[in-house]
């Protein structure tokens, strides 16, 4: 499956933005989906995961604020982030994974692809 991740900008502290995912190839239905973000000279950090079902989990610094969605009709995954903070600012990443279990969906290795990252830009 090849990901085009889009969406990102530059944007006010407590604005939104919504990243999308353009998935194409493979069987998207059949894959969980998740978005991580990378902040310079940082390590690529989870930020959430959905499951072919719909089941959702976030990393504990944007949980309550962002949401992750999917529209398997249209081989797409959203993450909806409100409140943005300065420390959200990263390169956002999309990525497709079939092979894992439940519990190592927090981890980059459970995912086979990627999307080629979207800046996101949050000052204060």
């Known amino acids: 499956v090849q990901l085009q991740a889009s969406g990102g900008g530059s944007v006010q502290a407590g604005d939104s933005l919504r990243l999308s995912c353009a998935a194409s190839?493979?069987?998207?239905?059949?894959?969980?989906m998740g978005w991580f973000r990378q902040a310079p000279g940082k390590e690529r950090d989870f930020v959430a995961r959905?499951?072919?079902?719909?089941?959702?989990a976030y990393a504990d610094p944007v949980k309550g604020r962002f949401t992750i969605s999917r529209d398997n009709a249209k081989n797409m995954v959203y993450l909806q982030m409100n409140s943005l903070k300065p420390e959200d600012t990263a390169v956002y990443y999309c990525?497709?994974?079939?092979?894992?279990?439940?519990?190592?969906?927090?981890?980059?290795?459970?995912?086979?692809?990627w999307g080629q990252g979207t800046q996101v830009t949050v000052s204060s």
């Open positions: 990525a497709a994974g079939s092979q894992g279990i439940l519990s190592s969906l927090r981890e980059p290795d459970a995912y086979a692809a």
């Open positions: 190839g493979g069987t998207f239905s059949r894959n969980y």
């Open positions: 959905i499951t072919r079902g719909g089941n959702t």
